[in-house]
């Protein structure tokens, strides 16, 4: 079997089980994009967290090639690509237009520009004994900087006591990918591979641990509230192979009350009044 000659076996195995999760990982936003489908709208969500995941894919893809001995890295980012691909076409096919171009931008300047910006300097300016190392830390460099949405998401759980917006399964499907990609880098000695994962493996003990904590407080609704219908929480766990970021719906299908409504809707009108008042007191004589 040519592709366990390249792997120590069980490098071979963490790389199989870091396929099979990371897969379901990315068929996580499936759901979301059946909404946009059914409704003929993005209602809200944006294009970001997938042109990033499509970076991610594309760069650890390049890096796997040029690696030569890392073919469980070229399966699951192939596919990465292609179904991240799929996302952001459904996206730009139903989003309002400015998304639409915002989103075409970003790819031209992201997915297109910069990706071919890599992809020239490393095979052009950089040596071939040097080329798999300094690609290997521009992946980790990328992988990293991607981690400063997990930790607003741990401080938004420390600030509202409530997990609405951390799910345990996706966190706990994203730990899971990094401890099998932490593996396989490990035993491949590919340090470019192991770092992120540690990282995303912290992060993803950091979530659970806070989703126990907190999974029986009740939710903050003042701080809900101040979110759009649709929250767009995005979740990042940098697992090398993926790099996963998705957004989190948590929309909430009920309807207020009668007196909630009300509520509401006095509360609109005491604000719009104060407005005029304060807008009164600003106009020139």
Sequence with gaps: MAVMNLHHPWSFTFGILGNIVSFMVYL?????????????????????????????????????????????LITINSFGCFIEIIYILIFIFYAPTDARKLTVK???????????LILLVTQLAVR?????????????????????????????????????????????????????????????????????????FGLGLIQMVLYAIYKNYNKVVEDKNKLPEH??????????????????DVHVDAQPDGNEADNNKDHEQNHDHQDQEKSMDQSPV
Excluded at 106 to 116: R, V
């Design 106 to 116: 970003l790819l031209a300047l992201m997915n297109i520009g910069t990706f071919s």
């Design 231 to 248: 929250a767009k929480n995005i979740v990042i766990l940098s697992t090398i192979a993926t790099s996963e970021v998705y957004p989190v």
């Design 128 to 200: 071939n004994e040097y080329r798999v190392p300094v690609l290997g830390w521009i992946c980790v460099a990328i992988s990293v900087s991607v981690f400063a949405s997990p930790l607003s998401i741990v401080a938004q759980v420390f600030r509202t006591k409530s997990v609405e917006f951390m799910p345990f399964t996706l966190s706990f499907f994203l730990t899971l990918s990094a401890v099998m990609w932490f593996g396989y880098g490990l035993l491949l000695k590919d340090i470019c591979i192991a770092i992120p994962n540690i990282l995303g």
């Design 28 to 72: 996580a936003p499936v759901t979301t994009f059946y909404r946009i489908y059914r409704k003929k709208s993005t209602e809200g969500f944006h294009s970001v967290p997938y042109l990033v995941a499509l970076f991610s894919a594309m760069l650890w893809f390049y890096y796997a090639l040029v690696k030569k001995d890392a073919m469980l």
